[in-house]
């Protein structure tokens, strides 16, 4: 948990006009505690606003309560898997194969190098009480929409070159992720498994229905 007793640090005030700065720090500060100790009860008003060097009653000016900030630190998290997923398509080059298995193996690669974010984000951690705070059943409904559509169009475009034989598409992409996300998950929860070397090829070859990578072309 952090420290709510250390000394908050002197912070120059932002000029006239540079409210969004503060805003990026409180994200920042929260994510960074988030980071340090794994736990998203350690993201309080009053400890992220010691981090920042501010009063708390300062962040109601960009925050209405705590789970608002929550909101903000999972939005950011999709935000940088989304960038991530993207890089490694990019890198993986044209073949469609190539880049859906690319796009999950960078999707794991961020559950492994930033397991506080990812439970925050998928593990159910954090549930806030939509009766209760600022956050809606919208805001929560539309986090990590992309990053599915990105599994979605990957998988797609697996069909249509005949390197995947998937008959439903939404549905698939759907168990593709359940199954990314379990290893991810299982690997954060128990790091002496031993887990085989290739368990993360077997699954995407498995739940993206991975065909000779000779197949024919599907038409148009």
Known sequence: MADDTSATPIRVRNRRGEGD?????????????LD???DESAITLRSVARRVGIAAPSIYRHFPDQPAIMLAVV???????????????DAA?????ERLTALCRAYLEFGQAHPGRY???????????????SVTKEDMVTLGQETLQRLSGALEACVT????????????????????HGLAHQRAVSPSF??????????ITTLAHFTDEQAPVRSQ
């Open 75 to 89: 939005r950011s998290a999709f935000t940088e898997l989304d960038e991530q997923l993207d890089l490694a398509v």
């Open 194 to 203: 031993p887990w085989p070397p290739d368990i993360a090829d077997r699954v």
């Open 21 to 33: 700065r503060l805003r990026d720090e409180i994200v920042t500060a929260a994510v960074g505690l």
């Open 36 to 38: 340090e100790t794994g």
């Open 119 to 133: 439970r925050t984000m998928f593990g159910g951690l954090w549930v806030p009480d939509l009766n209760a705070s």
């Open 93 to 97: 080059g044209d073949a469609p194969r």
């Open 161 to 180: 070159a005949g390197c995947a034989t998937s008959t439903d598409v939404a549905a698939d992409t759907v168990a593709l992720w359940l199954g990314l």
